[in-house]
Every structure is written in structure tokens, then in C-alpha cells.
């Protein structure tokens, strides 16, 4: 990837998502992990668990050894199968043998679900995790990987849609944490027509990612259009500019009462504005004063 797509596209978020987190991206490589890159030992409980590696700007590889979960290695390609009795994993479990997950109603379900989803094929034996501002001119991303809040996640969806036919550039389907931002986003990119995965809606992740986020998976050619877009889109417009500029202020002033008080001002900014129409034009009635 050239460094001037990296620095654009830094300098284009910053402008109309300020304060808001670079995102990651992923590919795949045979080459294994230079000094200093992050490589888990051991395995771990989830791929999402990891991510922090990168978000700090270390570059995290893993492959199938890295990988301890059998789902992880299937979503991210290094696998076809599951662990035994994933059916009933999910769903029920089997009484007295293996407690369920009850995200599926039987594992009859489970079984439909899996034939509706194939495995993906690793292209190669790594997957490489990077921050976006880490990226070099060899690095080649297959998706951007966003985790944020619903004011971003506003901007990439109604981005994502700036080009689309249809409305359905956006599609959040059913599946694991590590599915979401890999094997969805990877299977899309090889698509005529490239949709953006949103996700991380599984429960058995939520605990490593903050309270409020999900994320937001944008295949390479589609985050490509989408940057080119950016400068003529709804983001150079007064109503995003309000959005944009709530991105900046500390967390304490996102909240609910914070939120509260700045549609009161809007309301009453506009109460004012209308009563000064209406002055002008002699259909503003004053009360009369009372006489003692």
C-alpha cells in the first residue's frame, strides 16, 4: 500500500472524526513476525482478546499454533473444523456433558447455520494485525477494522452508503466476534460488489472490546471508494460538523445528560430563531401587560 493513501486517509479522519480511534487492518503473509511484533503463546480465549496489541501500535501476527480457540482457527482460515459437539454448543448444550451457549434455539439450527456459511481458506500461514498509522509500503490490508461508538459508526454507515445502488451496503450478519471484522470482510472483498460487515455482537466477545463499541469491517476496495468519497459527501456539511465536533470532547461530555442539554440549547436556539422570524414579519403578539 503507498504511504500517500496511509497519510490521506489519516489526515481525512482526523478532519471529520476528531478524537476518534485509527482503525486496524488485516492481511495475511508467509513471512513470520519480524523483532518486535507480538506473537501470543499458548493460544488465548479469544482472537478479540489480543487486538489490544495493536491498538497500541504493535503489530500482532498469529497463525494456527497462536490461535486457542477452534472457532477463532476456523473464522480466521486456519481450519475447517469446529470442536466436537459445536452444535449443541451453541445452542443448548448437552445435559450433565457440556453446558450451552443458548445463542441458537436447538442444534438443529446450528447445523443449518454452518451449511449457509463455508470455511474461508487462509492465503497464508499468518494473519498480521496493524494500527493504520503503522502501515508500511509492503503491507497490502484486505479490510479496515473500525471500533467505535454510535456517532462513528453513523459517519462509516452513511459513508459506506454514499455510492450503494441499494441500501444494503452494510450487512451485520449472525456470527462470532472474530468472524465479523475477518472472515465476512475477507469473503466480501473477493465479491463484484464488496459490502461492510458490522459487528461484534457476539456475547462471548463483548467482554474484550469497550462497553460501548461494535465494530466495522470494510473490505479493502470498498474503504478505498469510501476515502474518495469523503470530500464530497455529507461529511463537508453543517450536520455532520455538529457530530464531528461532539467527537472531540472528553467522554464525560458524551453522556446522556450532556446529550440532554445540547438538544434543550438546539430547541431553544431554534425557539429564538422562529419568534425572530415571526417578529419580523408583525405576527409575534407580545402579552399585554397587566394593569394593578
Not at 143 to 164: E, P, Q
Request: charged share 20%; glycine share 10%; net charge positive.
Amino acid at each position: 500500500m503507498k504511504t500517500e493513501m496511509r497519510d490521506r486517509f489519516a489526515g481525512l479522519w482526523r478532519k471529520y472524526f476528531p478524537g476518534a480511534a485509527l482503525p486496524l487492518v488485516f492481511y495475511y503473509t508467509d513471512g513470520g513476525p519480524p523483532q518486535g511484533a507480538s506473537r501470543p503463546r499458548g493460544g488465548g480465549p479469544c482472537v478479540i482478546a489480543h487486538l489490544g496489541v495493536a491498538q497500541k501500535g504493535e503489530p500482532l501476527y498469529l497463525d494456527t499454533e497462536t490461535v486457542g480457540c477452534p472457532g477463532g482457527r476456523r473464522y480466521l482460515g486456519f481450519a475447517h473444523e469446529l470442536r466436537p459437539g459445536f452444535e449443541h454448543f451453541l445452542s443448548c448444550g448437552i445435559p450433565g456433558k457440556m453446558p450451552g451457549e443458548r445463542y441458537k434455539k436447538t442444534p438443529e439450527l446450528v447445523r443449518e447455520l454452518m451449511e449457509l456459511v463455508p470455511p474461508m481458506e487462509a492465503p497464508a500461514r499468518w494473519i498480521v494485525f496493524k494500527r493504520w498509522d503503522m502501515l508500511g509500503e509492503a503491507d497490502q490490508p484486505l479490510a479496515v477494522i473500525f471500533l467505535a461508538g454510535a456517532d462513528v459508526l453513523s459517519g462509516l454507515f452513511t459513508l459506506a452508503n454514499f455510492d450503494a445502488p441499494d441500501p444494503y451496503a452494510v450487512i451485520a450478519p449472525f456470527c462470532a466476534g472474530c468472524a465479523s471484522i475477518v472472515q465476512y470482510p475477507y469473503q466480501e472483498g473477493r465479491t463484484a460488489r464488496p459490502r461492510a460487515v458490522l459487528g461484534m455482537f457476539d456475547v462471548s466477545a463483548r467482554l474484550f472490546v469497550p462497553a460501548a463499541a461494535l465494530s466495522f469491517a470494510v473490505p479493502w476496495p470498498m474503504f478505498a471508494r469510501m476515502v474518495d468519497n469523503m470530500e464530497e459527501s455529507f461529511l463537508i456539511t453543517d450536520s455532520w460538523a455538529k457530530v464531528g465536533a461532539r467527537l472531540s470532547r472528553p467522554p464525560e461530555r458524551r453522556g446522556p445528560a450532556s446529550l440532554l442539554t445540547d438538544h434543550l440549547k438546539a430547541l431553544a436556539g431554534l425557539a429564538l430563531a422562529q419568534a425572530a422570524d415571526r417578529c419580523q414579519a408583525g405576527q409575534l403578539l407580545l402579552p399585554r401587560p397587566r394593569l394593578a
